[in-house]
């Protein structure tokens, strides 16, 4: 049973006032068992087939195609397929906003409260490899979290920052198709997955994030382009931080308009529309949708999807020169081709040795499209692809779970098996014959078909080269 009684006498007042009838629902709501979720990564694996190799029991999630609940018993992270990055731990009603916003392979994404990139994650998935993503916090210790889920997912496309909204606006001004801002909030809606979060709580915080929210939203505007979406999202109740943020920009951004949510895919029944007396009273935030706890099999969320006025340009579009890739010699060009070239037809969608950079012996694959940046603090920019060491090439662990595929180069060995977990401790396993498709070097260890990590083969044991941090 949860403790009502912990839950702060301002905040339940004011939910009974926003709430009337529906309030002994939403209280009742509290009591009742958590649901848990994973998303399927759509850039690995298809939900269908997820669910044929996923060894406990799944249900769908109604607002999002790749969406599952299982069990409260179920330890998903134990799982080797977790470790695949054929999935992503995430509670149900948080999957609405990336699943909500019309993403296209060819689209310029920016989320730019992204950490630990639950949201990044989906958004870069279904880029399928192409366009580009701009993932940006402004937390560094997040940013780390959101950079080693982005690398587990196999994004091979992306831009990681760690910088304010302030800063980054005038280095991307009206550039993004699309953008994402899942924005600090009060959190009123995690009340019953994180509880410590109601000690933190105040009237007075649901209005300084108010504020907050208004800045971050402005800074967004100033980087979408013309015709672009904006989703704003938020995870807590408050009139102030949902309908009044949103109200703000109607106001003061007559470029900005609400698009009509309820008529997107997957939204379900369960789904309220927004409310205009939470707001200014314009008819237009009926647009919004309100996922409750007391409705929908999840806890609290809040979400508007904006659309600025103009068309996109194709042709006349303002052209940004890209950055180039630094002149790589002729030494490294060879290393890398002699380790590359076997790999190339399961190497990232798009791979161009023009898009190729070192930088301090590292070799990088850089997205594709990003325009110049400077002065912006940032922990990744593009792919990873390993490091250049005296006459030899060491790969990464995220060009391993980057791979689209099986690579010539390979260990087969089912998920199941208990050299997996082995494996992923640091340990150098055995082989039986036929378990390989090479007898010495560099392979691949592939589970399930879907590749986890590096290894040499020497003498029919597979030498571990799974780095210790991911351990």
Request: aromatic share 8%; glycine share 8%.
């Amino acid at each position: 049973m949860f403790p009502i009684q912990t839950l702060p006498p301002d905040f339940l007042t004011r939910m009974e006032s926003m709430l009337g009838s529906a309030y002994p629902d939403f209280i009742a709501s509290f009591d009742k068992p958590r649901r848990n979720g994973l998303r399927v990564n759509s850039l690995k694996i298809t939900p269908e087939r997820f669910r044929h190799l996923c060894p406990f029991p799944l249900k769908p999630i109604p607002w999002t195609e790749n969406g599952f609940f299982y069990e409260p018993d179920v330890r998903p992270a134990a799982s080797p397929l977790y470790r695949l990055g054929l999935y992503y731990l995430q509670e149900p009603s948080a999957m609405a906003p990336a699943s909500l916003l019309p993403v296209e392979p060819s689209d310029k994404v920016l989320d730019l409260c992204a950490a630990p990139g639950g949201k990044s994650t989906e958004l870069g998935a279904r880029l399928k490899g192409q366009g580009l993503l701009v993932s940006n916090d402004l937390s560094g210790p997040r940013c780390k979290a959101l950079l080693r889920n982005l690398e587990q997912f196999g994004v091979s496309n992306g831009f990681v920052v760690n910088e304010s909204p302030q800063r980054l606006a005038p280095q991307f001004p009206e550039f993004f198709d699309k953008i994402l801002v899942d924005a600090p909030c009060s959190g009123e809606g995690m009340f019953r997955k994180e509880p410590a979060a109601i000690k933190t709580w105040s009237l007075e915080k649901s209005l300084s994030c108010a504020k907050l929210q208004r800045e971050i939203l402005t800074c967004a505007i100033q980087m979408l382009a013309p015709g672009g979406l904006l989703m704003y999202s938020t995870c807590t109740f408050a009139a102030e931080e949902n309908e009044g943020a949103i109200s703000y920009i109607l106001e003061n951004h007559p470029e900005m308009d609400l698009a009509p949510l309820s008529q997107a895919p997957n939204v379900t029944p369960d789904f309220s529309p927004g409310n205009p007396l939470c707001g200014n009273g314009d008819p237009r935030l009926e647009r919004c949708l309100r996922l409750w706890p007391h409705r929908c099999p999840g806890e609290g969320h809040f979400l508007a999807l904006l659309r600025k006025d103009g068309c996109r340009l194709s042709g006349e579009k303002k052209k940004r020169r890209q950055k180039k890739a630094e002149k790589i010699s002729r030494s490294q060009r060879l290393l890398l081709e002699e380790f590359l070239q076997p790999l190339l037809e399961v190497l990232p969608e798009g791979f161009s040795w023009d898009r190729v950079e070192i930088r301090a012996d590292s070799a990088y694959l850089l997205p594709a499209g990003l325009p110049p940046v400077k002065g912006l603090r940032f922990l990744r920019n593009g792919l990873f692809l390993g490091q250049l060491k005296k006459n030899r090439f060491e790969p990464s662990q995220p060009l391993a779970l980057a791979l689209t595929g099986a690579p010539s180069a390979r260990l087969d060995i089912p998920s199941a098996d208990p050299r997996i977990q082995c494996y992923l401790q640091g340990e150098s396993i055995p082989t039986a014959p036929g378990e390989s498709t090479v007898a010495s070097g560099w392979a691949v260890l592939c589970a399930d078909g879907f590749p986890l990590g590096w290894g040499k083969l020497v003498n029919g044991t597979f030498k571990n080269k799974y780095p210790g941090g991911w351990r």
